[in-house]
C-alpha cells in the first residue's frame, strides 16, 4: 500500500475523478508526488522507466482536464503508459508490471476501461483514435451516444513510422472533419535518439519560439479560421514562415498546429488543453519533454535507463560485480555482424530503431558508414534491403521477431519474388516473456515457412547460431536466421565464420522408439528427455529446406516421430515435417510440441515455456501420455 505520510495528495487519488477534485493549484504537487512514486515503484519491480518520467506532467494533465473514461485517452508506444496506470486504479499494483498475473507494460483494454486500445508496437494511436472520433461522431448524430472527446498520444519516435501519416493524412481530409487532438510528445528520442528528416525539420520549428508566439498571437486576433480574411493570412504565414523555418506539416495536412508547449509546466499544459477541449476538427498539440525527466541518471542517460531491472533509486543502476555472463544471442550476432563486416565490404547493416535491442552498437561505431537506422519504418527496413541487394550489396536486416510482422509484405513482395540477397537476423523468436504477446515471437516459423525462396534457420546454441548466420550470409538469396532473446545452453562460440550445409540436420543422439525432432532453442529439452527415456534427438537447424533424407530415414526406423519448436503449432515447423511425410505416402504417429493457439500473457520467457509444456518436464510429460510404454525400458533381444 501507498505510503500516505509521504505521497498525501496521490495516497488518495484511486481513480481520475478523485484527481479531478483538486484545485487546479496543487496539480504541482501531485506531479512531484507521482514522479517520486514512479521512481520507487519501477527501482523494486522494474521496468520501462524514462518514458514513463518524461510524461509525469503530462499525464496529469490529461486526466485532470478531460472526462477518463468517458473521454477516449489512446497511448502510443505504450511503455509510457506507467504514470496513466497509476492514475487509474492500479497504483497499489504497479510494482508487479511484467510479473506473472501482474500488471501488462503496456495499455490492455482487458486489464482496465482506462486503457482505451491495447498496444505494444509503436505508432497505432493515430488510426485508432481516429476511428473511435469517425464512429462517436456518427453514433452522436444518430443520437445513439453522447458526443465525447478523442486523444491520441503519440510519442518516443512514434511519428516516425509512416503509419503515423497515413493516419494524419486521412484525418485531415474527412469531411466532415472529425473531432481529434493529437499530442506529439516530442522528446527527440526512440530507445535511441530519433532519426531522420522529421526529427530534424521538429528540432528547427522548436527553435522558433518568438514566431510560434506570433503565430498563435495572429489565431486569436483572426478568429474563425474559415472566414475569408482568416484563410488568405494562414496562406500568406505559410509562405512568410517557410522563410524562417519549415513549412507547417500538419497544418498542410489538415490539422490546427498549437505549441510548442513545454511538457513539464503543468500549467501551461492544463490551459494549452482546456482550450482544445473546446475547439472542432482535427488538431495537433506539439509538446516538448524530456524522456527520464526529474531523474538525473536518467536525463543524462535516456538509453540506458529507457528500461531497467530493480535498482536502488538512491544510487541508480548499478553493474553487479561476478562471474563472466553468457553471451546472449543478441551479443552473438553483434560480434557476428563485426566480423562478417571486417571480411566482406559489402555487408550492410540495417535497423527499425532498435540498434541497442537488436545488438547493433558496436558495429554503428565501427562501421557507421554501413549502418542504417531507419527509423520505426519496418517496411522502408526490408525494401530498402531489397534496393540495395538490386545494386551487389550484401544488406543484414536486424529486427524482431513481432516487428518483422509489420515488414511482411516487403518480405514476399520486394525480397522473396525477386530472389533477392537478404539475410534477416530475427531476434525475440519463439516466448519473449515480461513484455507480453505484443512482444511474442511466437508466429515466425508459421509465416516464414511458406514464404518461396526462403530459406530458414533456428539454432540451437550460440555457436550454431554464429555459423548459420554466416551460411545465411553466404546464400545467394533471401535467408533467415531466428533466435531467441536471452543465453543459450552455454556452447563456446568459436571464432571462424564457418557454414553448414544448406538443408542438413544434426543427429544429436542415436536412439530407439521415437525419434525426437527439435528446431532451435527446443533442442537442449530435448536431448535432456532424449537421454532420460533413451530415445533419437535431431537438431533440425533448418525449418526449410527441411532434411529430407534424414526424416525418411528416421520415419522408417521409429515407431513414431515428435517435433518441438517454440512457435505455434500451426502451420510451423511441425506441419512441414507432416506434409513432407505425407508426400512421401509415409503414416505413422507424429506428436506436434509446440506453442499453444493462444496469446499468452506475460511472464518470464521460463514460466511462459513451462506454461505451454514446452520444459523438459512438460515434454517427458506429453510423451508418456501419447506413449505410455516409454516409461519402460526397451526389450533386449537377445543375440542369435
Request: with cysteine; hydrophobic share 40%; charged share 20%.
Amino acid at each position: 500500500m501507498i505510503d500516505a505520510t509521504r505521497y498525501p495528495h496521490l495516497s488518495r487519488i484511486d481513480t481520475p475523478a478523485d484527481l479531478r477534485r483538486f484545485d487546479e493549484a496543487e496539480l504541482p504537487a501531485i506531479a512531484a508526488e507521482l514522479r517520486a512514486y514512479l521512481i520507487e515503484s519501477v527501482g523494486r519491480s522494474g521496468g520501462h522507466f524514462g518514458a514513463g518520467l518524461g510524461v509525469i506532467e503530462l499525464t496529469t494533465a490529461l486526466h485532470y482536464v478531460y472526462d477518463t473514461p468517458e473521454d477516449r485517452l489512446v497511448w502510443d508506444v505504450g511503455h509510457q503508459c506507467y504514470p496513466h496506470k497509476i492514475l487509474t486504479g492500479r497504483r497499489d499494483r504497479i510494482h508487479t508490471v511484467k510479473q506473472k498475473d501482474g500488471i501488462a507494460p503496456f495499455p490492455k483494454r482487458e486489464e482496465s476501461r482506462y486503457d482505451t486500445f491495447g498496444v505494444g508496437h509503436s505508432s497505432t494511436s493515430i488510426s485508432a483514435a481516429l476511428g473511435m472520433a469517425i464512429a462517436n461522431q456518427r453514433a452522436a448524430a444518430a443520437g445513439a451516444a453522447a458526443p465525447r472527446k478523442i486523444v491520441a498520444v503519440i510519442g518516443d519516435g512514434a511519428m516516425t513510422a509512416g503509419m503515423a501519416f497515413e493516419a494524419l493524412n486521412h484525418a485531415g481530409g474527412l469531411e466532415p472533419e472529425a473531432d481529434l487532438l493529437v499530442i506529439l510528445n516530442d522528446n527527440r528520442m526512440s530507445i535511441s535518439e530519433n532519426v531522420g528528416g522529421l526529427t530534424k525539420m521538429l528540432g528547427r520549428m522548436t527553435g522558433s519560439r518568438t514566431l510560434n508566439a506570433i503565430r498563435e498571437g495572429g489565431k486569436k486576433l483572426l478568429g474563425d479560421k474559415n472566414k475569408p480574411t482568416a484563410k488568405f493570412v494562414r496562406r500568406w504565414e505559410e509562405h512568410w514562415k517557410g522563410m524562417f523555418v519549415p513549412s507547417t506539416l500538419f497544418e498542410e495536412m489538415g490539422f490546427h498546429y498549437t505549441g510548442p508547449v513545454d511538457g513539464h509546466d503543468i500549467r501551461a499544459l492544463v490551459a494549452a488543453l482546456k482550450l482544445q477541449r473546446t475547439l472542432k476538427g482535427p488538431q495537433l498539440l506539439h509538446v516538448i519533454t524530456t524522456k527520464g525527466k526529474g531523474y538525473e541518471l536518467a536525463e543524462d542517460d535516456q538509453i540506458g535507463y529507457h528500461a531497467v531491472s530493480p535498482f536502488d533509486p538512491s544510487t541508480g543502476v548499478v553493474s553487479k560485480p561476478g562471474a563472466a555472463k553468457k553471451p546472449t544471442y543478441t551479443d552473438v550476432f553483434g560480434d557476428w555482424l563485426c566480423d562478417m563486416a571486417a571480411s566482406d565490404p559489402t555487408l550492410m547493416g540495417i535497423t527499425p530503431a532498435m540498434r541497442e535491442g537488436s545488438g547493433l552498437v558496436r558495429f554503428s561505431q565501427q562501421y557507421p558508414e554501413r549502418y542504417f537506422d531507419v527509423a520505426i519504418a519496418e517496411q522502408h527496413a526490408v525494401t530498402l534491403a531489397a534496393g540495395m541487394a538490386c545494386e551487389g550489396a550484401k544488406p543484414v536486416v536486424a529486427i524482431y521477431s513481432t516487428f518483422l510482422q509489420r515488414g511482411y509484405d516487403q518480405l514476399v513482395h520486394d525480397v522473396a519474388i525477386q530472389n533477392l540477397d537478404v539475410l534477416l537476423a530475427i531476434d525475440r523468436g519463439g516466448v519473449v516473456g515480461p513484455d507480453g504477446a505484443t512482444h511474442a515471437g511466437n508466429l515466425d516459423l508459421s509465416y516464414l515457412r511458406c514464404v518461396p525462396n526462403l530459406v530458414v534457420m533456428a539454432p540451437a546454441d550460440e555457436n550454431e547460431c554464429r555459423q548459420l548466420l554466416s551460411t545465411g550470409f553466404a546464400y545467394p538469396g533471401p535467408a533467415a536466421v531466428r533466435y531467441p532473446r536471452g543465453t543459450g545452453p552455454g556452447v563456446a562460440v568459436q571464432p571462424a565464420l564457418e557454414t553448414l550445409p544448406i538443408g542438413k540436420a544434426q543427429l544429436r543422439r542415436r536412439g530407439t522408439r521415437i525419434a525426437l525432432l527439435g528446431f532451435g532453442a527446443i533442442v537442449a529439452a530435448a536431448e535432456q528427455v532424449g537421454a532420460e527415456l533413451g530415445l533419437t534427438v535431431a537438431n533440425m537447424r533448418f525449418v526449410k529446406p527441411l532434411d529430407r533424407e534424414l526424416l525418411l530415414e528416421l520415419a522408417k526406423t521409429h515407431e513414431g516421430l515428435v517435433t518441438l519448436e517454440d512457435n505455434v503449432v500451426a502451420g510451423g515447423a511441425g506441419s512441414g515435417v507432416a506434409e513432407l511425410l505425407a508426400a512421401e505416402g509415409l503414416a505413422l504417429p507424429i506428436l506436434h510440441l509446440g506453442l499453444p493457439d493462444a496469446f499468452q500473457h506475460h511472464a518470464s520467457r521460463e514460466q511462459l515455456l513451462a506454461e505451454a509444456g514446452l520444459d523438459a518436464a512438460g515434454i517427458r510429460t506429453a510423451l508418456l501420455a501419447r506413449w505410455p510404454q516409454l516409461a519402460r525400458p526397451p526389450r533386449q533381444v537377445s543375440a542369435g
